[in-house]
């Protein structure tokens, strides 16, 4: 069967390279190894050296580039290692426009590396296509787009900003970490090139560091993969075959942790010690109809705001389910307090106009069961000694 005509979960565990071609194994094997022999040194040949290319990693490259409807995809040691592979391409002069709400590592590798190399950004809110409109200037060569945002789920418009950026040849990127492929692609609305923290939902288990970079363009794929090379930012063996395990089950798991997130949204909206919640099935969420006509899901990531660090501090103290940690989109719920953990390195003044305040906190549903959960987080909730103002 060809791959356009499968369906998602079909090519989930079809849409790479299902068998070893030389042993006939049903798991691509680990190929953990550095070089390869040549025997024939003068010729060329697919495999020498693992930072040029690994089998496993092929693999991996192959699989996402076809769940994301793109001719080529790039495995890299982290989601901040794709991240800075695709925007360190830019160039002394050039501009580079950003949404507002905005992962804390890529506001800091832009604010703080794009100067050294003389590129200029700016930050727009994502929610307005005239305020993307304005900022393009002639220098204007890129516009990266995150959507849902973290933490605050904005919702940007991808056809809208396609549509400008194509009318100044700019190019596009967005990072698609919290739809995966299941719920969102981005290349098929008109995306340059899409972006992952594969640690996230994608290998899903919280046991692998890992980013992917996907494009359909041939140039800017002969890019990537020069600076992934030159970067020596490749992912190992080893994470690109847990990865591939971890794609297999991707759907049967956020399946699930879409139904837990869209559950909880609901019912924290209720109570009275919440004073908001951030997700994109909510009735009153900004940009919802936008986002339902981008994606399928509102996806398995909820933020709440209790008000104030010392009720956040009251609700940490007794919830037991999740954990608290820096990451999202294992199969347990995890809890984020993004003021002190994933915005942290963006001063505390730009944080609090972006709206991530200390009552903040962010809420990545596993797979446990939803009334298990949403017991234990009333629970907490109960301890929780103010109302939220």
């Known amino acids: 069967m060809e791959m356009k005509n499968m369906k998602l979960d079909t090519k989930l565990i079809h849409g790479g390279p299902l068998l070893d071609e030389y042993t006939g194994s049903s798991s691509i094997p680990i190929y953990q190894a550095s070089t390869f022999h040549q025997a024939h040194f003068t010729e060329q040949q697919e495999f020498t050296y693992t930072r040029f290319g690994n089998p496993t990693r092929k693999a991996l490259e192959e699989t996402i580039a076809c769940l994301e409807c793109g001719e080529y995809g790039f495995a890299f040691s982290s989601g901040m290692g794709a991240i800075t592979a695709v925007l360190l391409n830019f160039s002394k002069g050039d501009h580079v426009i950003l949404c507002k709400d905005i992962y804390g590592g890529t506001y800091q590798l832009v604010t703080e590396m794009f100067p050294k190399y003389g590129i200029e950004y700016s930050f727009v809110d ?81 046991d692998v560091t890992a980013g992917l970079v996907v494009t359909s363009d041939e140039e800017i794929a002969n890019t990537i993969s020069k600076t992934q090379k030159m970067f020596g930012s490749m992912l190992d063996p080893y994470n690109c075959w847990l990865v591939l395990r971890g794609i297999k089950t991707m759907n049967v798991r956020m399946e699930k942790e879409v139904e837990n997130a869209d559950f909880i949204a609901k019912e924290l909206q209720k109570h009275s010690k919440v004073k908001a919640v951030y997700y994109p099935s909510l009735a009153n969420h900004k940009g919802k109809e936008i986002h339902f006509s981008q994606a399928s899901s509102g996806g398995a990531v909820l933020t709440f705001d209790l008000g104030n660090y010392e009720n956040v501090k009251d609700f940490f103290a007794n919830v037991t389910l999740p954990i608290v940690a820096v990451s999202l989109g294992g199969v347990e719920s995890i809890l984020s307090y993004p003021f002190t953990m994933s915005h942290a390195v963006i001063p505390e003044e730009e944080r609090l106009n972006l709206g991530v305040t200390d009552g903040l906190i962010r809420l990545s549903c596993g797979i446990e069961d939803k009334y298990d959960l949403l017991n234990d987080i009333f629970k907490a909730l109960d301890q929780v000694k103010s109302v939220a103002s």
Request: net charge negative; hydrophobic share 35%.
């Open 126 to 206: 994502e929610t307005s296509l005239s305020s993307w409109e304005e900022a393009i200037k002639e220098n204007t060569r890129g516009i990266y787009i995150e959507t849902p945002s973290n933490p605050l789920l904005t919702i940007t418009d991808i056809k809208g900003v396609v549509k400008l950026a194509k009318q100044h040849n700019i190019k596009t990127m967005i990072d698609n970490t919290f739809m995966t492929p299941i719920y969102q692609n981005p290349i098929t609305l008109g995306v340059d090139i899409v972006i992952h923290s594969a640690t996230k939902f994608i290998n899903g288990h919280s």
